[in-house]
């Protein structure tokens, strides 16, 4: 799934803030020297706009490039514009969850607390189309849709290239009856085999565990080449929330770490997960 255009275009902004910024210059001094309005340089290094070849060109005579890093930008340019499997699937997936999905296609580390619901990419096909049932004013064929992206995206924890995935989820969301206690005890047990891949870690948060950080659901995704810097993401009914700056990062990552050491471990976690799966079981 490497080479996600979304990451691509996410890539290629950062580089252009790099280099206007090292040319100690605002948008709007690149602009009025290219002609442009300041406005397109900004789209431009927010990833809001696309991005011509010959934009590239020009951006990159007045900084004085090298042709190697014009040539390098060209191609993040160009891949940018691609369209991700996922996006095939139109009114299936929400705008800004596509942007989700091709971050996360591109990491390498992903961080997740899930205080609610079990993790879409641990899922059952069954559970996943409950929740798009009676959460949202979908057809049936987006709601096909949904599901069948859902399912795709959990293929990369199996993969040759699958991120270090780190999950801890509340006990609640093991609690939680979606659907009916069949469907439960068929989402537990995928629960289990999940945890059971080289890739995967997970920590049930349980009901006991005392004061923790009040964060809501939320997700870390680290990237492999050190330019692309890590991010935080969090969702809701129509939209989401990316956070870049380092101090979100930094502050989540706390969270994060305080969440890990007031959850089970690993072990104790599969213990109490087939301690619930038994109980619906009954």
Request: charged residues 25%; aromatic residues 8%.
């Amino acid at each position: 799934m490497a080479g996600s255009p979304t990451a691509r275009r996410r890539r290629l902004s950062i580089e252009l803030k790099k280099l206007r910024e090292k040319s100690a210059l605002t948008c709007a001094q690149v602009g009025e020297a290219l002609d442009w309005s300041g406005s397109k340089v900004n789209r431009m290094e927010t990833g809001s706009g696309r991005v011509q070849p010959s934009d590239i060109d020009a951006l990159c005579r007045f900084y004085d490039t090298t042709d190697e890093l014009r040539e390098f930008l060209k191609s993040l340019a160009r891949e940018a514009k691609t369209r991700g499997w996922w996006q095939v699937h139109g009114s299936g997936v929400p705008e800004w969850f596509n942007i989700y999905i091709g971050l996360e296609q591109e990491a390498s580390t992903l961080r997740q607390y899930q205080c609610e619901l079990i993790p879409g990419l641990m899922q059952t096909e069954a559970y996943t189309a409950e929740l798009h049932t009676t959460g949202a004013h979908m057809s049936a064929e987006d709601i096909d849709k949904a599901v069948r992206v859902r399912m795709e995206r959990q293929t990369m924890l199996t993969g040759a290239d699958a991120p270090d995935a780190w999950f801890i989820v509340n006990e609640g969301a093991l609690r939680n009856v979606i659907g009916d206690r069949a469907l439960m005890r068929e989402q537990l047990e995928r629960v289990l085999d999940t945890a059971r891949l080289p890739s995967v870690t997970l920590q049930i948060l349980p009901f006991d565990a005392g004061t923790c950080p009040a964060t809501g659901t939320f997700t870390m995704l680290g990237f492999p080449d050190q330019e692309d810097p890590d991010l935080v993401y969090r969702d809701g009914i129509t939209d989401a929330v990316y956070l870049e700056g380092e101090h979100h990062v930094r502050e989540y990552t706390r969270a994060f770490d305080g969440l890990r050491a007031a959850a089970l471990s690993p072990q104790r976690s599969n213990q109490l997960i087939k301690t619930v799966l038994k109980e619906y079981a009954r």
